[in-house]
C-alpha cells in the first residue's frame, strides 16, 4: 500500500514558480558536489525540501570531439574516441571500429570477435561496479564503494595486463583488436571473477537488505514502462519497467549469439528496481566472461591486415553502429566521403536521454536529499551528452 | 523492406532506399513532409524508437542533411531518415510532440549548426557552449584550428606539429607535402 502511494508520476507540464514571492529556493547542485555524476550540473527550484524543478546543464567538459574528428585521419581519432565514455571506453572504441569495418569492408578474424566481447564485458563489470558504489554512496552507505572500487581495480588490472592501459585501453582497433591474450591471462581472469562474484554475494547481503536503502530507493524515480518509447530509454532503465530490450540479443553482434543468457527484466523501474537489476546484471557479465574464457579460440590471428593508416581512405557510405552498454543503446553514426577523414561522426550517448529530459522531469517532486540516489540511478555520464 | 519503401515513396515522396545492412536502411524525405512521415513511422510502421538526431553540414551542395534514426524493436530494423534544408534558410519543423527528448536533440542542433525549430522547448538556450559568441561551431566553414591560433595565446616552450603529418614526413619524405 505504502509503495504504491509511493510510486507517484511527475507531471508533464513544467511548474512556473515565482522566485521573487520568497515560496522558492534556486539552488544548483553541481559541477562540484558528490551528488552529481561526473561534470554536470543541475539548476534546483526548491519549496522546502521538494524539488519543483530541476534543469540539467552540460558542458563543463565539452572538448569539441565530433569537431575535432572531421580534421583527423580515421585512423587518428582513436585517441579520441576513447574517451567520450571514461569509465567505458571500450564500447566506444566497438562501435567506431564496427563503423570503419563495416564501410572499408573488412571482416574481421574470429579470434579477434570472442576478445572484443571479453572486453566489453569485462568494461561492463567495472563500470557496474563503479556504480553500485556511486549508487550506494548517494545513499550514505559508504562502505560498498570502497570494497566496489577495490573490485573494479582487480579488473583494471586485467585490463593492464591485456592491453597496457587501465583506463583507455585502445584495444579494439579497426581489423581486430591490438594484441594477443599473454600467457596465463585466462587463469588470471577467471580468479578475479571468482574474488568479484564473492564481493557481489556479500554487497547483495549488505546493500539490497539494508532498510535504508529500501526505504529510500524504492519508488524513487519510477519510469513507467510506456515511457520507455516516449522518450527513447534504453538498458536497465528500460528493462526494469519490464521492457525486454537488450541489443546483445536484438543485434546479435560479435560473440553474443553464441553465448547462452537470458535477458534480465523487472516489472517496476525504480532505484531500487534498476540497482537490483544491474546486481544481476553484474552477476551475469561474470558469468558471460567464463563462458567467453572458455569457448575464446586459444590460437589463430587475431587482428586483420589493414592498408596503411596514413593514407586510408574509406569509401563513401554512412552507417549506424549501435551496442548495448551498462546504460542501454549506445552508438556511432559514422558518414564517409571517400577522403581519408570522416565526414561526420555523431555519438549516441544513452546518458543524453536520461540525464537530461526523464532526470529533469523524474525530479519534480523528490525529496532534495533524494536527488543524487534518483541521479545516480538512472546512470549517467557527462561526456557522451557534451562530445 | 521493399513494401515501406514503397509504401512511404507514395505518402510522402521517400526516395533512395538503400540496405546498408539487413537491419539498417536510410532514405531520404523532403524536409516539409519530414515531421508527417516520422509521426507515420512511429505510430503505423512499428519505428517507436528515436536512437539520436542530429546533421551534416554539406557545403558543397548548400544543404544542411538532418539525420534521424529510429528503431523498430518488432521488426529488429533501423532506419535512417535524411532530409536536406537550405544552409542559408535553415529552419524545419520540430518533432518534440513526438518523442520527449527530441527537444535536447533539437537544442544541440540550434546550437552547433544554427537549425532553427520554432515552437521547441528552449531551443534558443545555450546548450554545452557556454558564453560561445562565434559562429556556430560545426559548420564546415569554421575552422576550429585557425579560431584557435586567432583567440587564444600561444604558450612558449609548447611547440606542436600534426602527428599524421609528422610521421608521413618520416616514413615517406618524397611523397609528404
Known amino acids: 500500500m505504502k509503495k504504491e502511494k509511493l510510486r507517484v508520476i511527475p507531471p508533464a507540464e513544467r511548474a512556473n514558480p515565482d522566485l521573487e514571492s520568497g515560496k522558492y529556493l534556486l539552488m544548483w547542485q553541481g559541477p562540484q558536489h558528490p551528488g552529481i555524476t561526473g561534470n554536470m550540473s543541475l539548476k534546483l527550484i526548491v519549496e522546502g525540501d521538494s524539488v519543483v524543478d530541476c534543469e540539467t546543464h552540460v558542458g563543463y567538459l565539452h572538448r569539441g570531439f565530433e569537431k575535432l574528428m572531421e580534421r583527423r585521419l580515421w585512423m587518428q581519432n582513436f585517441p579520441l574516441v576513447c574517451r567520450i565514455a571514461v569509465p567505458e571506453p571500450d564500447f566506444n572504441e566497438y562501435c567506431y571500429a564496427a563503423a570503419l569495418e563495416e564501410l572499408a569492408g573488412i571482416q574481421i578474424p574470429d579470434k579477434a570477435v570472442w576478445l572484443r566481447t571479453l572486453s566489453l564485458e569485462m568494461i561492463r563489470l567495472a563500470s557496474f561496479l563503479m556504480w553500485i558504489g556511486g549508487q550506494a554512496g548517494a545513499f550514505g552507505h559508504g562502505t560498498i564503494i570502497q570494497w566496489s572500487v577495490t573490485m573494479r581495480d582487480y579488473v583494471l588490472d586485467l585490463f593492464e595486463e591485456l592491453s597496457g592501459g587501465r583506463i583507455y585501453h585502445m584495444y579494439i582497433i579497426p581489423g581486430g583488436v591490438r594484441g594477443d591474450v599473454p600467457a596465463g591471462f585466462f587463469k588470471h581472469v577467471l580468479e578475479i571473477m571468482d574474488t568479484v562474484q564473492k564481493n557481489l554475494d556479500d554487497i547483495e547481503l549488505v546493500m539490497f537488505h539494508n532498510v535504508v536503502f529500501k526505504m529510500r530507493a524504492e519508488g524513487l524515480g519510477y519510469i513507467p514502462a510506456d515511457w520507455v518509447d516516449h522518450y527513447g530509454i534504453t538498458g536497465p532503465n528500460a528493462r526494469a519497467a519490464g521492457v525486454a530490450r537488450d541489443l546483445r540479443k536484438d543485434l546479435g553482434y560479435l560473440a553474443y549469439p553464441r553465448l547462452d543468457f537470458k535477458t534480465i527484466v523487472g516489472q517496476k523501474s525504480d532505484a531500487y528496481e534498476r540497482a537490483r537489476l544491474r546486481l544481476l546484471e553484474m552477476y551475469q557479465c561474470i558469468d558471460l566472461i567464463r563462458q567467453i574464457v572458455d569457448q575464446c579460440p586459444k590460437d589463430g590471428p587475431f587482428r586483420e591486415k589493414l592498408p596503411n593508416p596514413l593514407y586510408w581512405k574509406i569509401p563513401a557510405g554512412e552507417t549506424y553502429v549501435a551496442a548495448e552498454c551498462t546504460r542501454g543503446e549506445y552508438g556511432f553514426y559514422v558518414a564517409s566521403d571517400g577522403s581519408d577523414k570522416p565526414r561526420r561522426v555523431a555519438v549516441r550517448g544513452p546518458s543524453y536521454t536520461h540525464a537530461v529530459a526523464v532526470m529533469e522531469r523524474l525530479a519534480r517532486g523528490v525529496n532534495i536529499a533524494d536527488v543524487a540516489g534518483l541521479m545516480v540511478s538512472l546512470h549517467t555520464y557527462p561526456p557522451e551528452i557534451e562530445r | ?177
Do not use: C
Not at chain 2, 554539406?58 to 537550405?86: M, P, Q
Not at chain 2, 566553414?141 to 584557435?148: G, H, P, Q, R, W
Open chain 2, 1 to 177: 523492406m521493399n513494401e515501406l519503401a514503397t509504401r512511404l515513396a507514395a505518402r510522402y515522396g521517400a526516395r533512395g532506399w538503400h540496405d546498408q545492412r539487413a537491419d539498417l536502411a536510410t532514405i531520404v524525405l523532403d524536409a516539409d513532409r519530414l515531421r508527417d512521415a516520422l509521426a507515420y513511422l512511429r505510430d503505423q510502421e512499428g519505428y517507436r524508437h528515436l536512437s539520436f538526431a542530429t546533421a551534416i553540414d554539406n557545403i558543397e551542395r548548400g544543404v544542411f542533411t538532418l539525420v534521424y534514426t529510429l528503431r523498430s524493436h518488432d521488426k529488429g530494423h533501423s532506419l535512417i531518415v535524411h532530409a536536406d534544408i537550405d544552409r542559408q534558410k535553415p529552419v524545419v519543423d520540430s518533432i518534440h510532440l513526438l518523442w520527449a527528448q527530441a527537444w535536447t536533440y533539437q537544442r544541440e542542433m540550434k546550437e552547433w549548426y544554427g537549425i532553427d525549430f520554432p515552437g521547441s522547448p528552449r531551443v534558443d538556450e545555450e546548450f554545452v557552449l557556454e558564453g560561445w559568441e562565434g559562429p556556430p561551431m560545426m559548420r564546415r566553414d569554421f575552422d576550429s584550428l585557425a579560431y584557435s591560433d586567432a583567440t587564444y595565446a600561444e604558450r612558449p616552450g609548447r611547440a606542436t606539429s600534426d602527428p599524421a603529418r609528422h610521421m608521413k614526413e618520416q616514413l615517406y619524405p618524397e611523397a609528404a607535402e
